[in-house]
């Protein structure tokens, strides 16, 4: 691949992957695992605006609606945490915000350029491996490194490293066949499992407000992948219900 297109398509997107994983993975220091799925809710909607801004998706009127549908949904679930911790949620909305536009710069890579997802992920996984080896030093120190082989152990970490390597595999071929936005609607049932197994596993709580809000959120996914027509009946039934 000729030096400045690598620079100018390829860099960006390791420089996006590896800002996610770093302020989502921070997140987690403070926030509960069931308030930060329920967050990643708005991934589709940050999604969906900057497809539009890039010109991969068009945004009919329809879907103002439901975007502000999810966007309130997600407000009511943070408004009902109950260790809401304020560096917590900043680290995540910026890591969904570089999420967002990881996954708009992959699809616009492989529509624009044509690259197969199997290249582009052999080209943009190496930079965001590079630029996290670089970081662990200033911010981590060399204690990570002891640590994976004393309290984790290899077999552990290749396991892991196999499962994130198909994860990797399936989100490019996934944005590869469909879209960005598509990646980010399917990930409704993971956050499903995830919040599910943090209340049985972890003893997470859950309260009746996030409930609530989580379930606005989920309602308006669903009705983002409808036809427009059934859009529109389900909006004059609410406006019917509301007087």
């Given amino acids: 691949m000729h030096l400045l297109r690598w620079f100018r398509n390829i860099v960006?997107?390791?420089?996006?992957?590896?800002?996610?994983?770093?302020?989502?993975?921070?997140a987690y220091l403070t926030l509960s695992v069931s308030f930060i799925q329920m967050l990643k809710a708005f991934t589709s909607v940050a999604v969906l605006g900057l497809s539009v801004f890039m010109g991969?998706?068009?945004?009919?009127?329809?879907?103002?609606?439901?975007?502000?549908?999810?966007?309130?949904?997600?407000?009511?679930?943070?408004y009902g945490e109950i260790f809401f911790d304020a560096t917590?949620?900043?680290?995540?909305?910026?890591?969904?915000?570089?999420?967002?536009?990881?996954?708009?710069?992959?699809?616009?890579?492989?529509?624009?350029?044509?690259?197969?997802p199997l290249v582009s992920l052999?080209?943009?996984?190496?930079?965001?491996?590079?630029?996290?080896?670089?970081?662990i030093p200033f911010f981590e120190g060399s204690a990570?490194?002891?640590?994976?082989?004393?309290?984790?152990?290899?077999p552990l970490l290749l396991v892991n490293a196999s499962t994130a390597l198909a994860l990797n595999v399936a989100v490019v071929f996934l944005i590869g066949s469909a879209s960005s936005l598509?990646?980010?609607?399917?990930?409704?049932v993971k956050d499903i499992l995830l919040v599910g197994g943090s209340v049985a596993l972890l003893g997470s709580t859950v309260t009746f407000t996030q409930m609530l809000g989580y379930s606005i959120a989920l309602l308006g996914?669903?009705?983002?992948?409808?036809?427009?027509?059934?859009?529109?009946?389900?909006?004059?039934?609410?406006?019917?219900?509301?007087g």
């Fill in 88 to 116: 917590g949620f900043i680290c995540q909305a910026l890591g969904i915000a570089f999420e967002a536009a990881r996954l708009v710069s992959i699809q616009k890579l492989l529509t624009g350029l044509k690259m197969s």
């Fill in 144 to 154: 990570p490194f002891y640590e994976v082989f004393d309290k984790v152990g290899l």
């Fill in 221 to 242: 996914l669903v009705a983002f992948k409808q036809d427009p027509a059934t859009v529109d009946r389900i909006v004059l039934r609410i406006k019917s219900l509301m």
């Fill in 182 to 188: 598509v990646l980010t609607l399917s990930g409704v």
């Fill in 56 to 78: 991969l998706e068009k945004m009919v009127p329809q879907k103002f609606v439901i975007v502000i549908c999810i966007s309130l949904g997600v407000a009511l679930a943070s």
């Fill in 122 to 135: 052999y080209y943009f996984a190496p930079v965001c491996a590079g630029l996290n080896l670089c970081l």
């Fill in 12 to 26: 960006p997107i390791g420089a996006l992957f590896s800002a996610s994983l770093i302020f989502s993975n921070l």
